[in-house]
């Protein structure tokens, strides 16, 4: 540890100050304090600085206080106090300029948030390749984890998050293509592993597998192909996010399966969670193959088959499109959807916040039972944002009329 006069920050992951080898001011009781929330946002604030009104949000919420401007200068007040007494050496450290509170010059400070995002430009300016690659690698050691994970629910630090996390998928992207062209395929698998632990419920497994498969590792490659989905589905309670599964199913193609009898194949086949209860999550991919193949079953039967689009949107009623809240809903709506419908319906993500379900055997009355359902278990008291339907039959009579 360095033990010059820098403050030395950490966000990515958690938030600690460490001056002098010594790390400070973020005791267990700390985490979530007004203390703590006021010194995130000042030191990251930089030369910008927060506003008055800006830091009375972050510290007060929506708490009814008689004088906010008195309690401010008291809890400032109070920090300061608070840092001299741990240690930091006699200065202002938070300064009032012209309505606007800013870190004091007197005490340098490092941020790792910054030092990353730092690193990743000096990357993406680089022109020598193996420069390059080394940067980007050192940027993605750099990332270990969200950007002040307890406090996503503010707006700065979701935005900020969401910046530093697309940094990250950029750092890990572009390192791969450049391990890729050096084929360079055990730096792939190690890369792969980190970037799964760091940023789980994304795509990066499929890095590892394309690695062990590259270095013709298949059996290791199938292992955790199975290792994969059985995760997401046992621990989690649902199967991995549906970018990993097509991206997975694309190179599960690459590997030879060993002879088999019939009933290894079938069991198999089937999987241990084949008992789970709930509708049949799957691919966007594997969706569609059902689709047909029902399409396909039940041209003569006339069975009765709806497909219906379910879009999460906010409290206006718009489709909401991107950010961190999206993200948890849209696990959220996915949990939901598979608690109300049945082992023998499809279901599967369409894009950011919209989900497919294909409901067999059913009434147009019976869709709207399912809705109600859904609504039940994704709606809450707090929670603004909604689902819109749609309903389509996707199959028609013997008599070629569409069923209604």
């Excluded at 006069?5 to 005791?27: A, C, N, P, Q, W």
């Excluded at 019939?262 to 999987?271: H, V």
């Excluded at 003569?300 to 088959?305: N, T, V, Y």
């Amino acid at each position: 540890m360095e033990t010059n006069d820098t403050l030395y920050v950490k966000m990515l992951g958690g938030f600690s100050m460490t001056y002098k080898g010594r790390e400070i001011g973020t005791g267990p009781k700390s985490r979530d304090s007004q203390f703590v929330r006021l010194l995130e946002a000042v030191i990251f604030s930089g030369q910008k600085g927060f506003r008055r009104s800006q830091l009375e949000d972050i510290l007060f919420e929506e708490r009814e206080i008689n004088d906010v401007s008195h309690m401010l200068r008291t809890i400032i007040y109070n920090t300061k106090k608070r840092l001299e007494k741990e240690g930091l050496p006699p200065a202002s450290y938070i300064e009032n300029r012209d309505g606007s509170y800013y870190w004091t010059d007197e005490i340098p400070v490092e941020i790792d948030a910054r030092v990353f995002e730092r690193i990743y430009k000096e990357a993406e300016d680089e022109k020598d390749p193996d420069v390059r690659l080394r940067l980007y690698l050192e940027a993605v050691d750099k990332y270990t984890g969200e950007f002040l994970p307890l406090q996503t629910q503010m707006i700065w630090v979701a935005q900020e998050d969401r910046h530093y996390r697309n940094i990250f998928c950029n750092c890990v992207q572009n390192a791969a293509a450049l391990l890729r062209m050096n084929k360079d395929y055990s730096q792939l698998e190690n890369l792969g592993l980190y970037a799964s632990k760091i940023q789980p419920l994304s795509e990066w497994e499929s890095l590892t597998m394309e690695a062990l498969i590259s270095m013709g590792r298949d059996e290791e490659a199938r292992k955790l192909y199975e290792a994969t989905e059985s995760y997401y589905m046992d621990e989690l309670g649902f199967r991995p996010t549906f970018s990993t599964m097509n991206l997975l199913e694309k190179l599960s193609g690459q590997l030879e399966h060993k002879y088999a009898l019939l009933d290894e194949i079938q069991m198999a086949l089937t999987g241990s969670h084949d008992q789970v209860p709930g509708g049949f999550v799957c691919s966007y991919p594997a969706f569609q193959g059902i689709y047909r193949m029902v399409e396909r079953m039940t041209e003569r039967g006339g069975q009765s088959i709806y497909l219906m689009l379910c879009t999460i949107v906010d409290k206006k009623g718009d489709p909401m499109r991107d950010g961190a809240l999206l993200d948890r809903l849209n696990g959220k709506l996915l949990d939901a959807i598979w608690h109300s419908v049945r082992r023998s319906d499809a279901v599967c993500r369409y894009g950011k916040g919209q989900f497919l379900t294909l409901l067999v055997n059913t009434s147009r009355e019976d869709c709207n039972i399912v809705q109600k359902r859904i609504n039940y278990h994704f709606l809450s008291g707090t929670q603004r944002a909604g689902v819109q339907y749609y309903v389509n039959s996707v199959l028609m009579t013997p008599d070629g009329k569409e069923v209604k």
